[in-house]
């Protein structure tokens, strides 16, 4: 059950101010709606700086109140103020998901508010938070109409009902999510509509800034920078995208700006599971005639939060609040979609983005309970990809990703588990080796085969071994 709460309480609805009551044998009734345009306090940052010096004129010049010049000025005034209220005029959606995020929501959504465009509506959607955000939501729905404030009774735990809720009612012709932890720079929205708008893109996206809260300290890849086509061009197609699109994939929701007669005719929704953005991601990318790529910071999100919930942490207790499963199926589901829509010519960077997106999951994610599992499930779709595409070169593997890759495909978990330990190496992949049998429960270690016990034990004293070898 949602609730609505409109933002900007004690306007004037347009339909009360009848123009056609201004003539020129009425001074009083031009007063009346002189009066009226007053009540409905023509605020400054609502209306073009044309119109601004007309609202001036009307409110606070000594004009002659009964001449046909001042009618025709207070006409056109209230017809720009009528349209500045007026949601259906606002191009960018901006789809906000909230959940127990006080301590970061006004720096949130104040640089929605300031953006430099400013034909917005915000849609927030608040997943029945139990800290005080919902009421600095309702202050800033209070303070600006465009503020969409809509409260959800009941915890979903996941963002996609308010991601999914709030397309359905986006009343702009593009849409785009943000995080309530995250924030825009002040020119990311109109730098978004200008790509796609001079393009004609179905989508745009740009290069996240990450600030991490707990080491104060912002990062970004170099290599997401440089994304584009083959020949350097920043408007492409999948197809045509380079090395670095798919060695360094953006997974995630934020912030990406969509046509939203795109986002719906592709059907494109979030499913209710951890890491429900990526297929999205994946199934936009592989069916948009065009992407626009903006190689410029514009957005900057929160990991290792001091406060609320930390999805996004790496550290092993944090992890356990995702299920690597579902981020292994969320990505099996998108490459079912791709291929039912018999979308050609991205296997070799599905390939690879979809082996990265894997190891991601079983790095940082896997535990006792959900091992064994995970690497069945990515080995049956990195399998799947290369059943279905029998050419494929490898183009984007380097000759270790590509061994580990083979490692993965291998028929048992087990002959994986023991391979790594005889291909100990250093690098990328070196910490997921470990992770993989470093977090064993030993309480649980009983119930392991005799043959399993003596290679998780062995495997462990060879990591102690080399970790203290280094010490010296």
């Given at each position: 059950m949602i609730a609505s709460r409109g933002g900007g309480g004690g306007n004037l609805s347009?339909?009360?101010?009848?123009?056609?009551?201004?003539?020129?044998?009425?001074?009083?009734?031009?007063?009346?709606?002189?009066?009226?345009?007053?009540?409905?306090?023509?605020?400054?940052?609502?209306?073009?700086?044309?119109?601004?010096?007309?609202a001036k004129e009307i409110r606070f010049k000594n004009l002659d109140l009964a001449s046909p010049s001042f009618i025709e000025s207070c006409k056109e005034a209230l017809l720009e103020y009528n349209k500045a209220l007026e949601h259906p005029s606002a191009l960018v959606s901006l789809i906000v998901s909230n959940y127990n995020n006080k301590a970061y929501i006004d720096e949130c959504i104040n640089s929605l508010r300031e953006q430099s465009f400013k034909e917005l509506e915000i849609i927030i959607v608040d997943d029945a938070s139990s800290?005080?955000?919902?009421?600095?939501?309702?202050?800033?729905?209070?303070?600006?109409?465009?503020?969409r404030l809509f409260e959800s009774k009941q915890r979903s735990g996941h963002p996609s009902l308010a991601r999914n809720y709030g397309v359905s009612i986006a009343k702009g012709e593009y849409i785009a999510f943000v995080d309530s932890d995250d924030y825009l720079a002040l020119d990311c929205v109109e730098s978004h509509l200008k790509a796609i708008e001079s393009s004609d893109a179905d989508m745009a996206y740009c290069v996240n800034n990450i600030y991490n809260e707990a080491k104060d300290e912002y990062t970004h890849s170099p290599f997401r920078a440089r994304h584009a086509s083959k020949t350097g061009a920043l408007v492409f197609k999948a197809s045509e995208a380079n090395s670095n699109f798919w060695r360094h994939f953006n997974a995630g929701a934020c912030f990406k700006m969509y046509k939203k007669e795109f986002f719906l005719k592709e059907g494109l929704c979030f499913q209710d599971c951890d890491f429900e953005d990526t297929d999205v991601s994946f199934i936009a990318f592989a069916c948009a005639k065009k992407i626009c790529f903006v190689p410029r910071l514009l957005?900057?999100?929160?990991?290792?939060?001091?406060?609320?919930?930390?999805?996004?942490n790496m550290d092993s207790t944090i992890a356990k609040l995702s299920n690597p499963l579902d981020g292994i199926r969320i990505i099996t589901r998108s490459y079912e979609v791709i291929k039912q829509r018999g979308i050609k010519g991205l296997e070799e960077g599905l390939l690879y983005a979809y082996f990265?997106?894997?190891?991601?999951?079983?790095?940082?994610f896997t535990e006792e309970s959900n091992l064994f599992d995970s690497l069945r499930e990515a080995r049956e779709l990195l399998a799947s990809v290369l059943r279905d595409n029998p050419d494929i070169r490898y183009i984007y593997f380097k000759s270790g990703e590509k061994k580990l890759l083979f490692m993965l495909l291998d028929a048992t978990p087990l002959k994986f588990i023991v391979e790594c330990m005889v291909s100990i190496r250093c690098g990328a992949y070196g910490s997921?080796?470990?992770?993989?049998?470093?977090?064993?429960?030993?309480?649980?270690?009983?119930?392991?085969p005799k043959p399993m016990k003596l290679i998780i034990y062995s495997y462990k004293i060879f990591i102690r071994l080399l970790r203290r070898k280094s010490c010296f």
């Open positions: 347009p339909r009360e101010m009848n123009l056609d009551n201004l003539d020129n044998s009425s001074a009083s009734s031009t007063l009346k709606q002189a009066s009226l345009l007053d009540k409905a306090r023509l605020e400054e940052s609502k209306i073009e700086s044309g119109v601004k010096s007309k800290d005080d955000s919902l009421t600095l939501l309702k202050k800033h729905a209070d303070e600006d109409k465009r503020i957005y900057t999100a929160r990991m290792n939060k001091r406060y609320g919930v930390n999805r996004g990265d997106v894997c190891t991601y999951y079983l790095n940082f997921l080796k470990e992770r993989l049998l470093n977090g064993i429960d030993k309480s649980k270690y009983q119930n392991y």
